[in-house]
């Protein structure tokens, strides 16, 4: 939940930002050009982040897969040594 409340609070701060600029004593023209756009800006920026993330993890799953079947063998190699050790006995 920590960090549920740490985003809150960063959207919090940056909408009372936004408002205190739409109220505030700038120029109409600076207001339509730049302020009133800006949560549209933020949002178009967020998704673009999100797919880049899940596009670069999506790329790299096959080679985790590749090294998670390689940890599975390893595994199993470690549980046969330490069974002939005696350490462990028979686990299946």
């Given at each position: ?11 919090s701060a940056l909408t009372a930002l936004w408002v ?36 670069v993890r999506v790329s790299r799953l096959i080679t ?29």
């Open positions: 939940m920590s960090k549920l409340f740490a985003w809150l609070t960063v959207l205190s600029a739409v109220y505030g004593p700038y120029d109409p023209t600076f207001k339509r050009q730049f302020i009133y756009p800006a949560p549209f800006v933020a949002a178009m920026l967020f998704a673009l982040v999100s797919l880049v993330t899940i596009l985790r897969i590749d090294a998670s079947e390689e940890l599975q063998k390893d595994i199993k190699e470690a549980k046969e040594e330490l069974q002939k050790l005696g350490i462990v006995g028979k686990t299946d």
